[in-house]
């Protein structure tokens, strides 16, 4: 299965939505939302700002993988 590399990343603080390519070869740890530049971490026991705010997993937990291993 080939994983999807986009996802839509929604701020939870201000609700602001934006499609973002996802990284396949590192976690991406933190995200500047540029609409009220909140700085996103992933929520605990995610990998990712993708696995706690997007639509799409990260590429790796798509497919059944360890995240940043």
Do not use: W
């Amino acid at each position: 299965m080939e994983a999807i590399l986009e996802s839509t990343i929604t701020c939870p603080n201000c609700g602001h939505k934006k499609e973002e390519e996802m990284p396949t070869t590192a976690c991406q740890f933190f995200y500047d939302c540029e609409n009220c530049k909140e700085v996103l971490r992933p929520k605990e026991g995610d990998c990712c700002v993708f696995c706690s705010y997007g639509t799409v997993a990260c590429p790796p937990i798509q497919q059944n993988k360890s995240c940043c291993s």
